[in-house]
């Protein structure tokens, strides 16, 4: 009877005309937008991660008891041992079954360009590089301080880590499979961690040798291990680093790319980073030279204390900031300004310090004439803040120069100039406030626990710096308006709205749509879009010349001259070609 009923299940009923009605039922492919790949997805590879993380965590635990020569294999942790053998026997085969059954489906294109897979491998890829770096450089540096103790847990760590990170770096870089979103992210990501570890290990080594040096000088003391020990692990971790940077910024190309994401990552790293590291150190540096000169109320040695660390970091920022200076033009106008506005920035907030820390020491002294050490030396460490701030701001935004006239209409300018403006201003009013309170204290608490002078100077001293940061830029805003204003030519208004549909960029067209026709403009994206509706970033000279994105504001111009219309449709690509269409009144 069973085989009767498959053999119908499999072959079909024939009814008495002839006719074969299958047995089997077709199950619906999910609606166009259903939600019900997306929520797989998510759950899939959520615990794709946690059983990969789980399984190389027991793994690394087993063989790090392999690993430890001369030791039991329990070693009195049952616990451990068991957690470990957990983890890998049961863990390690879930991972490879969900693996596999994830791995046969990304033969279909859908699931290749999902944002699950690409997060997927970004997450797992960053996650893997950091750790095995970290345990395998770890164990390295253990062993060549002669720290004997713990160095086979560190290794073990660090091996399987790298197996894991090798597999995912198989699946991120296969021929068919590998993601279609976010494909060049994993090369930012370690780039930037072999910079920032690299960086570091640099900084400490160079900090020891200076330190060891200055102590030598000074005829001080040494308490501890070796100087060369410490100097030796660092170098481990700042060839490391380099090693791991040069792999993914040269090997994998990762200057060449021109994504947004590798943009953020040069700003926020090769130029922020940096320029914090380097004015930090110098500003330290010029701190330490004024109080050696003006102020040797401490001893020598412990004045001399921070120097070397200074150093090192003065000189290791200014090199990766004037490399990365090198690589920014190579990149988007977007990233220039970017670059000059955060340089802009970390020398406006050190400039402002330096103002308030020497407003604040300044009355402290003209209410104490006869005061220490302690205020002579603060107010050294706010003119090396503005030593160091002031000349830098002055170089990058150079307040007596006229703004271009095509940086007017960009849009970071502007959001810079509000950002300061407006955090300047929510921190003057807070400190009015702390003001505030400081004199109705007084006045109301016993004037013998200390003057006026001496509660708010320093509220007072805040005050005066945020008051000239929210002054200045709100001038300078007013002012790029107005510039704004007089360089848009006169013209009447012939059109109401101007309703833009294209596939590229938006921003240059809009704002001549705006200046031609000074009406204000709608964008509408093109849902389907194709490889011909724009010119690509990295398009060759004769792309361009065939038509591409960069005739399109020039052939928006000549489009929209001396049409009257309530309302205009304009509809762009592909390549060069624009559409007017002018629309009647609804």
């Keep these: 009877m069973a085989d009767r009923l498959r053999s119908l299940a499999t072959q079909g009923l024939r009814e008495p005309g002839g006719e074969t009605v299958s047995a089997a039922r077709t199950v619906p492919a999910p609606a166009a937008g259903s939600a019900q790949p997306t929520v797989r997805r998510l759950i899939v590879y959520t615990l794709l991660f946690a059983l990969v993380v789980v399984a190389a965590i027991g793994l690394s635990g087993l063989l790090g008891r392999l690993l430890g020569a001369g030791t039991v294999l329990v070693a009195g942790d049952v616990a451990g041992l068991a957690r470990s053998l957990a983890f890998t026997l049961i863990g390690g085969p879930m991972a490879a079954a969900l693996w596999w059954f994830?791995?046969?489906?990304?033969?279909?294109?859908?699931?290749?360009?999902?944002?699950?897979?690409?997060?997927?491998?970004?997450?797992?890829?960053?996650?893997?590089?950091?750790?095995?770096?970290?345990?395998?450089?770890?164990?390295?540096?253990?062993?060549?301080?002669?720290?004997?103790?713990?160095?086979?847990?560190?290794?073990?760590?660090?091996?399987?880590?790298?197996?894991?990170?090798?597999?995912?770096?198989?699946?991120?870089?296969?021929?068919?499979?590998?993601?279609?979103?976010?494909?060049?992210?994993?090369?930012?990501?370690?780039?930037?961690?072999?910079l920032i570890i690299g960086v570091g290990g640099t900084v400490t080594?160079?900090?020891?040798?200076?330190?060891?040096?200055?102590?030598?000088?000074?005829?001080?003391?040494?308490?501890?291990?070796?100087?060369?020990?410490?100097?030796?692990?660092?170098?481990?971790?700042?060839?490391?680093?380099?090693?791991?940077?040069?792999?993914?910024?040269?090997?994998?190309?990762?200057?060449?790319?021109?994504?947004?994401?590798?943009?953020?990552?040069?700003?926020?790293?090769?130029?922020?980073?940096?320029?914090?590291?380097?004015?930090?150190?110098?500003?330290?540096?010029?701190?330490?030279?004024?109080?050696?000169?003006?102020?040797?109320?401490?001893?020598?040695?412990?004045i001399l204390e921070p120097l070397g660390a200074a150093i090192a970091a003065g000189a290791v920022g200014s090199l990766v900031w004037a490399y990365h200076r090198t690589v920014a033009p190579g990149r988007s106008e977007a990233t220039l300004q970017s670059a000059k506005l955060v340089t802009s920035g970390v020398a406006l907030a050190a400039a402002a310090t330096g103002i308030g820390i020497v407003v604040n020491s300044a009355l402290g002294i003209a209410a104490t004439p006869l005061a220490g050490g302690g205020t002579r030396t603060l107010l050294l460490g706010g003119i090396s803040a503005l030593a160091v701030g002031g000349p830098l701001w002055w170089l990058t935004w150079k307040p007596g120069v006229p703004p271009e006239p095509s940086e007017l209409g960009r849009r970071g300018r502007r959001v810079y100039l509000i950002a300061v403006f407006g955090l300047s201003a929510v921190v003057a009013v807070i400190t009015l406030l702390v003001i505030g309170y400081r004199v109705f204290e007084f006045m109301l608490d016993d004037a013998s626990r200390g003057s006026l002078v001496e509660r708010t100077r320093a509220p007072l001293g805040l005050l005066v710096a945020t008051g000239l940061a929210a002054g200045y830029h709100f001038a300078v805003w007013r002012h790029d308006r107005a510039l704004a204003a007089d360089a848009m030519p006169a013209r009447k208004r012939t059109v109401g709205r101007v309703i833009l549909v294209t596939a590229g960029d938006p921003e240059p067209l809009v704002r001549v749509a705006a200046e031609v026709t000074g009406a204000s403009v709608t964008v509408w994206r093109k849902a389907d879009a194709g490889p011909s509706d724009a010119?690509?970033?990295?398009?060759?000279?004769?792309?361009?010349?065939?038509?591409?994105?960069?005739?399109?504001?020039?052939?928006?111009?000549?489009?929209?001259?001396?049409?009257?219309?309530?309302?205009?449709?304009?509809?762009?690509?592909p390549g060069s070609r624009v559409e007017v269409i002018p629309l009647a009144s609804a």
């Design 102 to 194: 994830v791995w046969r489906r990304l033969g279909d294109v859908m699931e290749r360009q999902s944002v699950g897979w690409g997060l997927y491998l970004t997450l797992m890829y960053a996650v893997a590089l950091i750790t095995a770096a970290a345990w395998l450089l770890g164990a390295l540096a253990a062993v060549v301080g002669a720290e004997w103790q713990g160095w086979q847990l560190s290794l073990s760590n660090g091996l399987v880590w790298a197996g894991v990170l090798a597999w995912h770096r198989w699946m991120w870089r296969h021929p068919r499979k590998s993601p279609v979103l976010m494909p060049d992210v994993p090369t930012v990501v370690g780039a930037v961690f072999g």
């Design 205 to 302: 080594a160079m900090a020891t040798l200076l330190d060891t040096a200055i102590r030598g000088f000074t005829a001080s003391a040494s308490i501890g291990d070796p100087w060369w020990r410490s100097v030796l692990q660092s170098l481990v971790w700042a060839a490391g680093g380099g090693a791991i940077w040069w792999w993914h910024w040269i090997r994998e190309g990762g200057r060449r790319l021109k994504t947004g994401f590798a943009d953020v990552g040069l700003v926020v790293v090769g130029i922020l980073g940096a320029i914090v590291l380097a004015l930090a150190g110098i500003g330290t540096v010029l701190f330490i030279l004024l109080r050696l000169a003006f102020d040797r109320t401490d001893p020598v040695s412990e």
């Design 535 to 573: 010119t690509p970033s990295d398009a060759t000279p004769s792309d361009a010349m065939e038509g591409g994105a960069d005739e399109l504001p020039d052939q928006l111009a000549r489009a929209l001259d001396g049409v009257a219309a309530d309302r205009v449709l304009v509809v762009t690509g």
